[in-house]
């Protein structure tokens, strides 16, 4: 329905409040709850009454255009009728963005990506609102396809984003509101990519592991099982390419980071022997090379010398 439970609105309201958004982007705005909760408090609370005074940019996203009356089209800047999902990776950047009760209409996986893009979309914040544990079923309604709960989530599915949690206990079950604000502590946001890396590898979206390992090596580039996990996840794809970019990030960042050197010759050496042989170089001029890479590097070096 284009409506939601009310229990959670004064814990957002004090993330938005206290954020103070310039732009905000509503996905899923559908009856308007949230356009109207920051058109008043982000611009007539600060006594800019009427519309030709307000300064806050407000856009929605909305699916199903029958739920969109005048009052909506009176308090957004804009509204786009689309499925996010078709959108999400044209989006401008915003201040905040908002997506209440939307992603449990969605393939998990689908979802999962939506949420990245709309989290790299934010400027400072993405909030998200959205049923987890409990009998949350829903068919489709009100002629709307997209009424129908497709995916079910958990609090560890945004550790990724390390953000501030509340939980709320409903006749159904467990609600969840997620504030993810972009400063946020570094090493929380690495532990929840890795991990959420490795859950989606293990659920067969290599692609979305390597969005998370992607991610979590930005923040810690010098980490070796990191690239090690993201060069093995983008070979699988066939991007060496893209693997040799992911070894080289590690190696400017870590330089006695042997294996990656090795490996990175390995791959350098069917595209570009002369590449290839530099790194080889640079590995057997390391005094702190173990023994059984420098045999191997020896071995792949006298394979390529002309």
């Not at 709850?33 to 307000?54: A, H, I, N, S």
């Amino acid at each position: 329905m284009p409506v939601s439970s009310s229990v959670h609105l004064s814990d957002c309201l004090d993330h938005i409040i206290r954020l103070n958004p310039a732009s905000v982007l509503d996905i899923g705005c559908g009856f308007g709850l949230w356009g109207f909760l920051c058109r008043e408090y982000l611009d007539v609370w600060q006594e800019r009454v009427q519309p030709e005074q307000w300064q806050v940019r407000i856009d929605g996203v909305e699916l199903w255009e029958p739920y969109i009356q005048s009052h909506q089209r009176a308090l957004y800047n804009n509204i786009l009728i689309s499925d996010v999902r078709d959108v999400v990776g044209k989006l401008d950047e915003y201040d905040l963005i908002i997506a209440g009760d939307v992603m449990e209409h969605l393939d998990k996986a689908e979802a999962e990506t939506v949420i990245d893009y709309l989290y790299d979309r934010a400027r400072r914040a993405l909030l998200v609102n959205i049923p987890l544990t409990g009998n949350w079923d829903h068919p489709e309604n009100y002629g709307n396809p997209g009424e129908l709960h497709r995916s079910q989530w958990s609090v560890v599915d945004f550790a990724q984003y390390a953000p501030l949690v509340r939980e709320y206990r409903l006749g159904n079950g467990e609600y969840g509101s997620f504030f993810c604000a972009k400063e946020c502590d570094p090493e929380l946001r690495f532990e929840g990519l890795v991990h959420a890396a490795h859950r989606r590898d293990e659920f067969g979206d290599v692609a979305g592991a390597v969005r998370a390992w992607s991610r979590a090596q930005a923040i810690d580039p010098a980490a070796e099982d990191i690239a090690i996990q993201l060069t093995d996840a983008l070979l699988r794809l066939g991007d060496q390419a893209g693997a040799a970019e992911a070894l080289s990030a590690a190696l400017a960042a870590n330089p006695h980071f042997h294996y990656g050197r090795l490996t990175l010759a390995r791959l350098l050496s069917a595209r570009d022997k002369a590449a290839a042989l530099r790194e080889l170089q640079a590995l057997l001029a390391d005094g702190t090379l173990e023994d059984d890479l420098r045999a191997q590097a020896l071995q792949l070096a006298t394979r390529l010398e002309p």
